[in-house]
């Protein structure tokens, strides 16, 4: 029952209970879909895997984006489990804290090219070895923020990583149209997450999203998690190549 009943959707991103991946897991699960979910390495193991017990007929599987082996090693297993796959959330990011603090011109060659990797390559990289697996169309999602668009104070690099990353959704939706596959990414608010976490001033952002967002609020991480259920339904079967807001409308005046 629900409307992702007999749907199998890969879930890459949960790193704790407050990740957005997680509050998109749970949407998913109430909607029936078959989850598999990644952690990035040992380190997280064991939270993830406490966490995905607590969704049945789940399984977990090891990936560290970066590693184009490990990312092989996903689809083969996703291909033994499940055979088809009909979704794919890509809830991903990573910058050094040092280039989230200061003056964007002070970015180093090797922190730009780590946050372009994991959060901007690594969802074609996914995309590639993932796509062949949805031989009855799919839909594939992933999390961009505002400072792609706009200089954000603090956001620096990972805000021209997600600038990438929102140009990637077009270009392999574009791609995979053809086959069924739609591709699109959610913009969220801010979220208190451990990712925020590494962004500094990150409470005077909450504060003023409060004070100025047209519904008056915070963004609530369950928000997401049903905008990225709707984008991985049939509801959404007309939407590819899009950024969503789910910002309580804080783009629109900010
Ligand atoms: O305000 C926010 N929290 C917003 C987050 C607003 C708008 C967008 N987003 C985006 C983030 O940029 C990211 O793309 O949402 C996505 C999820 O972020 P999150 O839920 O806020 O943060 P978190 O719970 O930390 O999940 C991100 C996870 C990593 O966690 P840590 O904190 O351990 O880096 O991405 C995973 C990891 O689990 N990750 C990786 N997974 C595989 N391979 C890798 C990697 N190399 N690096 C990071």
Request: proline content about 2%; overall charge negative.
């Amino acid at each position: 029952n629900g409307l992702l009943a007999g749907k199998n959707m890969l879930v890459m991103g949960v790193a704790n209970d407050r990740s957005i991946a997680w509050a998109i897991a749970q949407s998913l699960a109430a909607q029936g879909a078959r989850l598999a979910f990644t952690y990035e390495n040992e380190r997280v193991e064991e939270r993830v895997r406490k966490l995905a017990d607590t969704i049945s007929g789940s399984i977990l599987l090891p990936c560290n984006v970066t590693v184009d082996e490990e990312i092989e090693g996903l689809a083969d297993q996703i291909r033994e489990s499940f055979g088809v796959l009909h979704g794919l959330v890509h809830s991903i990011a990573f910058a050094k804290t040092e280039e989230l603090e200061g003056m964007f011109v002070d970015t180093s060659r090797a922190g730009f090219a780590l946050a372009h990797d994991i959060s901007a390559y690594s969802l074609t990289a996914v995309a590639q070895r993932l796509y062949p697996l949805m031989t009855e169309g799919g839909s594939i999602m992933t999390m961009t923020y505002l400072g792609a668009e706009r200089a954000l104070r603090n956001y620096n690099v990972m805000g021209v990583a997600k600038a990438a990353l929102e140009a990637s959704v077009r270009y392999l939706a574009a791609d995979l149209g053809p086959h069924g596959i739609r591709v699109n990414a959610v913009s969220a608010g801010p979220i208190r997450t451990l990712a925020a976490k590494g962004i500094k001033d990150f409470n005077s952002i909450l504060r003023q999203v409060e004070e100025k967002s047209p519904l008056r609020k915070t963004t609530d991480a369950s928000e997401v998690g049903d905008t990225a259920m709707f984008l991985l339904s049939h509801l959404a079967r007309g939407i590819t190549g899009e950024v969503i807001y789910c910002d309580n409308g804080y783009n629109i005046v900010g």
